[in-house]
């Protein structure tokens, strides 16, 4: 998603403590809204995401209340080019998508999965509870899909040291 251009017409920027990232700023239109919050963190509601040119395609998702708090993320195109979101008639509502928009379309929402990174074995990504985001609204959900073929521990490809570094 890319940044917002209300910066140039004067709108102040507001700026937030980070643990991994420092002091990070971001416009108001900036930020994404979890209406319920995520499973497991009910309290937190308002994200960022970071994306960095090191670590692309990586985009974390870090909370504005919590330091300590950002989860790591993939676009679901990248760890699942085949993926099928499928989104419930109440995620859709509290996604604010007008009705005649396509929910599954990239052009209308950004489906992320949370990664894993154990310290033992391969990471993983959720394909059964993504992040999907409404480029217009700005509210997220996580979809859980209880009768979803997808695992909650899909394996990542492994990569070599220098792509891992590069």
């Known amino acids: 998603m890319p940044p917002s251009s209300n910066y ?13 990232f420092g002091v990070i700023e971001y416009l108001p239109d900036q930020v994404v809204t979890f209406p319920v919050g995520l499973p497991a963190f009910e309290d937190e509601r308002q994200f960022v995401l970071i994306e960095q040119s090191a670590t692309i395609p990586v985009i974390f998702l870090q909370s504005l209340a919590r330091p300590d708090l950002a989860f790591i993320t993939l676009p679901m195109a ?7 979101l499928s989104v419930s008639p109440e995620d859709l509502e509290l996604l604010q ?21 154990p310290e033992a074995g391969p990471p993983t990504a959720n394909l059964m509870a993504p992040v999907v985001i409404c480029r217009e609204s700005r509210c997220a959900v996580q979809a859980i899909q209880s009768d979803s073929a997808y695992s909650h521990q899909h394996v ?10 590069s």
Not at 8 to 20: I, K, N, Y
Not at 78 to 84: H, K, L, N
Not at 156 to 165: D, G, I
């Open 156 to 165: 990542l490809p492994a990569t070599s040291p220098e792509e891992r570094c």
């Open 78 to 84: 990248v760890v699942e080019p085949s993926y099928r």
């Open 8 to 20: 140039s017409r004067g709108e102040s920027m507001s700026a937030c403590q980070t643990q991994h």
């Open 97 to 117: 998508l007008p009705p005649d928009i396509p929910a599954t379309s990239p052009e209308n929402v950004l489906c992320l999965a949370i990664v894993t990174v």
